[in-house]
């Protein structure tokens, strides 16, 4: 590994510990290598996955069941329950609408950025 990789990465690190952010990832079903790079990225992040019923028997994880995940976790996001979220496996059109319609935002132009 190069030092300047390795002054990056220690950074991240310190970056990390001082406030793990609470980061909201939608799954509409399990998925074992999505949840095996979330438990990776714990260290970095509180995660907690939203989704149907599907996922509550998922465990290690915080997890909110919802029968309309798209706007609980825009709701989420729009309350400050959660620092922000990555739309994962749900619908990425009813999430954006959700989002739109709870923030008041008036476009897309307004949208957070949301990994998916």
Known sequence: MNETFKRFDTAVE????MRKPTIAFGM???DREI???LERSKKYADIILVGPEAI?????FTVVVD???EEKI?????????????RGTIDDF???????KL?????????PSILQ
Request: aromatic residues 6%; without cysteine; glycine residues 10%.
């Open 35 to 37: 949840l095996e790079s």
């Open 94 to 100: 009813k999430t954006n609408e959700a989002y739109l």
């Open 56 to 60: 509550q028997n998922i465990s290690g």
């Open 28 to 30: 509409q079903e399990p």
């Open 14 to 17: 310190k970056f990390a510990s």
């Open 74 to 86: 825009a709701h989420m996001l729009v309350s400050g329950e959660i620092s922000g979220f990555v």
């Open 103 to 111: 923030s008041g935002a008036s476009g897309e132009e307004d949208l």
């Open 67 to 69: 029968s309309a995940p």
